[in-house]
Structure formats: structure tokens, C-alpha cells
């Protein structure tokens, strides 16, 4: 079984540019979810694609997008790049139909935004 | 608006000691509540998790009480371990595959 896996590991953008991070899912899993992590703090919830269906998104703005593949794989898209955008990003999987189907993180994405 | 406070922030224990970390909630629609472990540049991995249906949950050395009248919870970790030095955070949904509300965080040292 293939646990989670984000690409790239880190990312160093300027103020303003857009950057795209991708995500595979664990075999199996129908479902992914995106999540920022600020230094020091716990993973904040930007949003969850199922079946290539955006199906909630947390408190960020339009400039955060996603997409999800038919292979279930996923994209998380930003744009106009801001300081405060420096983080790690990380994709959850888990298996949608089923509320008894925990989240499994990803090793995540960390990107400084300079 | 944050959802779960978790305390304390960190935690300093010596090797074969049990440290506690505890998490309050606010939203009584919430009935998943995990726990997570996450070492320095890795993604946070999924310890044990318990649903509001029972008081207490045991595995290995990691119990997770729960309190659901207090809406509390708390994480134990029995005999621990310099290798379970890391920052745990708790975690609350409305159903397992549902958006995560995370606590804060804490750092533990295990010291040998």
C-alpha cells in the first residue's frame, strides 16, 4: 500500500508569482484534503476535493484553488504569492463514503515566499 | 476562531514518565477526535483516535480519555520514551473524513 506523497519537498517563490504543489493519494483513497501549517502552529484546513469535487473549503481565500484528477491525485494552486504564505502545506487522504475513514497526512510541502 | 485549545504548549518529562496533554473543544456538533504526532519535516501522523460513544481508548501506550459532559480530552502517554519526543496535536471533526480542527500544539521532551 503507497501512503502519501506531495511534491516538490520545498519550493522558494517571490512576492506576487504563483506556485502549483501536488499531491498523490494513498491507494484507495477517493478523497483529499489541503491544509497550511505556519511555523510553531497547528495545520489550518484550506480545503477537500471528492471525487474531483471541491466538498468544503476552510477560511482562505479565492487566490488558494485546488483541483483533483480522475486518478484521485490533486493540485493545490496560489496565486499572488504573499509572505504570509510561507508554510507547510500538507495533503490529507482518506476515503469519502464512509465516516469511520480517518485522514492520512502526506510528508508536505514547505514553501518561503521571499 | 479557535475551536481546540490544547494545553500545555510543551512538555519536559523524564524517560518511563506519563505525559498528559489536554484539549478542549467548543462545537458539540464535533464527535471525531484524533490525535496526531509530528517530528521535525515530517506530516503529522495519525496516533489513535476516539469518538464521544466512549470514555477512554487505549493503544500500546497511548490512551486517549474523554470527557464529553466537560467537552475535554486528553492524551496519555504511558512509559514514555526518548523517541516519543515530538509535538502532538489534537484534532476535531464532524465525522472522520471531515475537515480537521487542530489544537495549537504541544512540544514534548522525553528526557533519558
Known amino acids: 500500500e503507497t501512503g502519501v506523497t506531495q511534491s516538490p519537498t520545498h519550493l522558494i517563490k517571490t512576492r506576487g508569482q504563483q506556485v502549483t504543489l501536488r499531491c498523490s493519494s494513498q491507494?484507495?483513497?477517493?478523497?483529499v484534503s489541503w491544509y497550511q501549517q505556519a511555523l510553531g502552529q497547528g495545520p489550518q484546513f484550506i480545503f477537500q476535493?471528492?471525487?474531483?469535487?471541491?466538498?468544503g473549503r476552510g477560511n482562505f481565500p479565492p487566490r488558494f484553488s485546488g483541483l483533483q484528477f480522475p486518478n484521485y491525485s490533486s493540485e493545490l494552486n496560489v496565486n499572488a504569492l504573499e509572505l504570509d504564505d510561507s508554510a507547510l502545506y500538507l495533503c490529507?487522504?482518506?476515503?469519502?463514503?464512509?465516516?469511520?475513514?480517518?485522514?492520512?497526512f502526506g510528508p508536505g510541502t514547505r514553501l518561503t515566499v521571499l | 476562531q479557535q475551536q481546540v485549545k490544547q494545553s500545555p504548549q510543551s512538555l519536559i518529562v523524564q524517560k518511563g514518565g506519563i505525559p498528559i496533554i489536554n484539549c478542549a473543544y467548543e462545537?458539540?456538533?464535533?464527535?471525531?477526535f484524533p490525535w496526531y504526532q509530528q517530528f521535525p519535516g515530517k506530516g503529522p501522523a495519525l496516533l489513535i483516535a476516539?469518538?464521544?460513544?466512549?470514555s477512554e481508548k487505549k493503544e500500546g501506550r497511548f490512551t486517549i480519555s474523554f470527557n464529553k459532559s466537560a467537552k475535554q480530552f486528553s492524551l496519555h502517554i504511558m512509559d514514555s520514551q526518548p523517541g516519543d519526543s515530538a509535538t502532538y496535536f489534537c484534532?476535531?471533526?464532524?465525522?472522520?473524513?471531515?475537515?480537521?480542527?487542530f489544537g495549537g500544539g504541544t512540544r514534548l521532551m522525553v528526557k533519558p
Open positions: 476516539i469518538r464521544p460513544d466512549v
Open positions: 476535493y471528492y471525487r474531483e469535487e471541491e466538498n
Open positions: 490529507a487522504s482518506s476515503f469519502g463514503g464512509s465516516s469511520y475513514n480517518e485522514q492520512f
Open positions: 462545537n458539540t456538533a464535533f464527535d471525531y
Open positions: 484534532a476535531a471533526s464532524k465525522s472522520a473524513g471531515n475537515m480537521l480542527t
Open positions: 491507494s484507495g483513497h477517493n478523497t
